[in-house]
């Protein structure tokens, strides 16, 4: 790990300490304002243990929906609170702002062990601007910054990577928490230099949001595996009909420019499950790619996809996977993409590194019922996304190097 990490550094170092912590708490709330699905707060809870068991007093921030700058009662992060109290059982505390003098006197009450949560740091104009002000108001309530939050790694926001700079300019260090960590591991490490044949598996609605990621992946990985709606833009590309399927007309030079680049390495369904209407109650056909007639919509790929993908699969020794193969929110149009998710848990049994990106894939993998099979499910589309096209993330760049790296340059 390049970076410096929570997991190094000792309860010493943490007691009494103030310690600023971004997490990613951007939970749906429900319509009579509890938490829904609270898994994004379940997986900081060890990053938070490892700072209460520290004894630090640990001020916590995070954004929830789009309140666009300005306090907005349904955005509120109290329910959270509420939330976290119960799942910490206690020593949880809220504040009502998210900068400010009681965001401060807040923070100054806590005693050892204790957790803090600052309202929505989206209630203040300047996070998305990344404003050093706001950044400079946080950094005053502590001298150690962990970055927890992977899933908004990817935006360079005030409280993701102005503040750990303000942090480290003034002397602290800012460290990636144990969730950050696994995730790096996991999406950035082990796939830079990948146990082969490396197998990446594509899909999802655009082509654009991933092309960059088809363009960084194609040079590394022994076969890319593409379906879902991405993939009928390359049909279009191949001259094949699509009927009225989603397609993005403006990117079929791109996917020509990678069917080129990607030679045999790229494979596309050889079917489709079709109908008319992408509903419940469709009537389907499966049909070979070339057999798509006018006014239908290809929903899933066909089952020779399916086998075909199997087949990769179960020869690879490390997968990465985004994007689903159909429609699979759609009964008829899910069997594609939970036959690869099974295919997925079938290489992680046999000891394949098996990693999953992207908010779709990961309810995809869940109800296919695999996620505990797999290597690691990823908690961030965007972020796992950037990484995966190898761009870097400004919420982990913000992060001091390790030490070792440190005694090495
Ligand atoms: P992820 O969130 O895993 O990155 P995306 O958001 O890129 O995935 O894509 C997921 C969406 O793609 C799903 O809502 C799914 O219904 C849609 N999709 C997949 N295949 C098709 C298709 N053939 N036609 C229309 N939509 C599709
Ligand atoms: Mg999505």
């Known amino acids: 790990m390049s970076k410096k990490t929570l997991a190094e550094l000792s309860s010493d170092v943490l007691v009494g300490r103030h310690v600023l912590v971004r997490v990613d708490f951007n939970v749906p709330l429900q319509d009579d304002g509890t938490v829904g699905?609270?898994?994004?707060?379940?997986?900081?809870?060890?990053?938070?243990?490892?700072?209460?068991?520290?004894?630090?007093?640990?001020?916590?921030?995070?954004?929830?929906?789009?309140?666009?700058?300005?306090?907005?009662?349904?955005?509120?992060?109290?329910?959270?609170?509420?939330?976290l109290s119960e799942l910490m059982e206690g020593g949880v505390r809220f504040a009502g702002e998210t900068a400010g003098e009681e965001a401060e006197a807040a923070a100054g009450d806590l005693d050892d062990g204790e957790l803090l949560l600052l309202e929505n740091t989206r209630f203040h104009p300047g996070e998305t601007t990344n404003d050093p002000e706001l950044a400079a108001a946080w950094a005053s309530l502590g001298d150690l910054y962990v970055g927890d939050a992977f899933g908004t790694a990817h935006r360079a926001h005030a409280s993701t990577a102005g503040l750990p700079r303000a942090i480290r300019d003034a002397g602290g260090d800012a460290v990636a928490g144990l969730l950050m960590e696994k995730e790096l591991r996991f999406l950035d490490e082990a796939l830079a230099d990948p146990e082969r044949p490396f197998v990446a598996v594509l899909g999802g609605a655009k082509i654009s949001g991933k092309i960059d990621v088809v363009h960084a992946l194609l040079p590394r990985v022994d076969r890319l595996l593409l379906g879902g709606a991405m993939a009928n833009t390359f049909f279009l590309a191949l001259g094949l009909e699509v009927g009225e399927s989603l397609v993005e007309e403006?990117?079929?030079?791109?996917?020509?420019?990678?069917?080129?680049?990607?030679?045999?390495?790229?494979?596309?369904?050889?079917?489709?499950?079709?109908?008319?209407?992408?509903?419940?109650?469709?009537?389907?056909?499966?049909?070979?790619?070339?057999?798509?007639?006018?006014?239908?919509?290809?929903?899933?790929?066909?089952?020779?996809?399916r086998e075909i993908f199997a087949a990769e699969l179960a020869r690879a020794r490390s997968v990465v996977w985004n994007g689903p193969m159909g429609v699979f929110e759609l009964t008829?149009?899910?069997?594609?993409?939970?036959?690869?998710?099974?295919?997925?848990?079938?290489?992680?049994?046999?000891?394949?590194?098996?990693?999953?990106?992207?908010?779709?894939?990961?309810?995809?993998?869940?109800?296919?019922g695999v996620t505990d099979r797999l290597t690691h499910v990823s908690t961030g589309g965007g972020a796992s996304l950037e990484l995966l096209a190898g761009n870097p993330l400004p919420g982990v760049e913000a992060l001091s190097e390790s030490a070792e790296v440190e005694e090495e340059t």
């Not at 389907?284 to 006014?295: A, I, S």
Request: net charge negative; proline share 6%.
């Open 37 to 83: 699905d609270d898994a994004r707060i379940r997986r900081t809870l060890p990053t938070l243990r490892r700072l209460r068991d520290a004894g630090a007093r640990a001020v916590l921030l995070s954004h929830l929906g789009r309140p666009g700058g300005e306090p907005d009662p349904t955005c509120s992060l109290e329910p959270v609170a509420d939330r």
């Open 250 to 305: 403006d990117r079929v030079e791109m996917a020509r420019e990678a069917m080129e680049e990607g030679g045999e390495k790229l494979l596309l369904p050889v079917d489709c499950v079709v109908a008319e209407e992408l509903d419940t109650g469709a009537t389907t056909r499966t049909v070979p790619r070339d057999e798509v007639k006018e006014g239908e919509r290809i929903g899933d790929v066909g089952p020779r996809t």
């Open 332 to 368: 008829p149009f899910a069997g594609g993409t939970l036959a690869v998710a099974r295919s997925a848990a079938e290489a992680a049994d046999a000891g394949a590194l098996v990693v999953v990106g992207g908010g779709d894939s990961g309810s995809a993998v869940e109800e296919a």
